[in-house]
């Protein structure tokens, strides 16, 4: 049985076909519409059915938006905008499919324990590290969506009071201190004085296009001064996992997302602060890779169409 998964960002609508041991069918990709990101998802749509012969059973959507549960509603995205929010109606609507419609991070989380670097634990925790901070929680093996649908918000925990500001409009988020976002800000903010370094000259000699992915590809290259702003955000990520551990208490914290590219310059640290801050109360979780990368968020729309279309029979 295939279902269909979508993952809908800022940027871009990538739809797959996915069958039951996770392998991807066909895909289609296309840019994503300012302004119109419900007719964006039903084109790509109709794109992938249009280049397979088989017809998917259900359809999953995982998008860059608060999505409140059960209605499948688009809340709130700070990079979206949706003529029209109830992306579930409009699915059934044009194809005739049940429609499931989550939050990316929440389906990321699915796969990854289905398909990915979680498979086979029951207790796990994803952090999703790119321009902002999202996330996931398995708890014995179910996935936890939260009676609204918003857990998960990992990154819009608070970690100093009166902090960098956050996307969301609070302070001192982590979201605001261990996202690419926050890489690049504090790159930017002390790039004056960063001696040898050759992030501006990657950077063109133009700050303002400093960003987290190129602070990380100067660390790879040797350079100290991009490392130690990596390892800072990594101590802050650490501090947030700490407190993410203490609630949940995973067997597992699965790290994906475009910064997670820092690799060893971000998760080490991370590591380090979680031991200093937990390990002399419990042995910490393992902290690994996300194994799925950017297909994560289809899969999981995809695995979680196929649940909803089996429980709706």
Request: aromatic share 4%; hydrophobic share 45%.
């Amino acid at each position: 049985m295939l279902t269909a998964g979508v993952d809908l960002g800022g940027t871009k609508v990538f739809a797959a076909l996915v069958d039951e041991a996770g392998e991807i069918r066909a895909r289609a990709t296309r840019p994503t519409e300012p302004d119109a990101a419900t007719r964006s998802t039903l084109r790509t749509l109709a794109a992938l059915l249009d280049a397979s012969d088989e017809r998917p059973s259900a359809v999953g959507v995982a998008a860059a938006a608060m999505v409140e549960r059960p209605s499948g509603r688009a809340m709130f995205s700070p990079n979206l905008a949706f003529e029209d929010p109830d992306l579930g109606a409009a699915i059934r609507g044009r194809f005739g499919l049940p429609s499931v419609v989550v939050n990316d991070a929440t389906a990321a989380t699915w796969a990854e324990h289905q398909h990915g670097a979680g498979r086979g634990v029951a207790d796990m925790i994803l952090l999703t590290v790119g321009t902002g901070i999202g996330g996931g929680a398995i708890v014995d093996g179910r996935l936890l969506q939260g009676d609204r649908g918003y857990a998960g918000e990992f990154g819009h925990i608070t970690l100093v009071e009166g902090g960098p500001m956050c996307g969301c409009g609070q302070r001192g988020c982590l979201e605001a201190l261990a996202s690419g976002t926050a890489i690049g800000r504090m790159a930017r903010e002390g790039i004056g004085s960063a001696g040898d370094s050759i992030v501006l000259e990657l950077a063109g000699d133009q700050p303002q296009r400093i960003t987290g992915a190129l602070v990380a590809e100067a660390a790879h290259a040797g350079d100290e001064y991009a490392a130690g702003i990596l390892e800072r955000a990594g101590r802050w990520l650490g501090t947030g996992l700490a407190s993410l551990v203490n609630v949940f208490d995973p067997a597992l914290v699965v790290v994906g997302g475009g910064a997670a590219g820092a690799g060893w310059f971000l998760l080490e640290p991370a590591r380090q602060e979680l031991g200093q801050r937990v390990g002399d109360r419990r042995p910490p979780p393992r902290i690994v890779a996300a194994a799925l990368g950017n297909d994560a968020g289809a899969l999981g729309a995809a695995a979680l169409a196929r649940e909803h279309a089996a429980h709706n029979r």
